[in-house]
């Protein structure tokens, strides 16, 4: 049973950094794709980044390049997101997710609970 626990949300004023992370179990973290994302109340889910299974290839929404960036710790089985310059309207709960391949076309199969980011202005 795959399982992944994100961790590292909290509450932040604007211009502060966070990192979240999230651990996966329950299959071979590096055979997969990892992602990052985040969903605001009454908003859509929304993309924010993703990783390769190697961690050698990412992609990022438009308007998260320079201020987040995603990484893994293959040994641990954690994928990480640095999110720097924070601002009011990043405040969401932040899910991570694990695809279906080892990077390109595919879907997210699984899916952490969520940790709430909180920015203040």
């Known amino acids: 049973q795959v399982q992944l626990v994100e961790s590292g949300g909290g509450t932040v004023s604007a211009g502060g950094s966070l990192r979240l992370s999230c651990v996966a179990s329950g299959r071979a973290f590096t055979s997969y794709a990892m992602g990052w994302f985040r969903q605001a109340p009454g908003k859509e889910r929304e993309f924010l980044a993703a990783?390769?299974?190697?961690?050698?290839?990412?992609s990022y929404a438009d308007s998260m390049k320079g201020r987040f960036t995603i990484s893994r710790d293959n040994a641990q089985n954690t994928v990480y997101l640095q999110m720097n310059s924070l601002k009011p309207e990043d405040t969401a709960v932040y899910y991570c997710?694990?695809?279906?391949?080892?990077w390109g076309k595919g879907t997210y199969e699984y899916w952490g609970q969520g940790t709430q980011v909180t920015v203040s202005s």
């Open positions: 997710a694990q695809g279906s391949t080892r």
């Open positions: 990783i390769s299974s190697s961690g050698g290839s990412t």
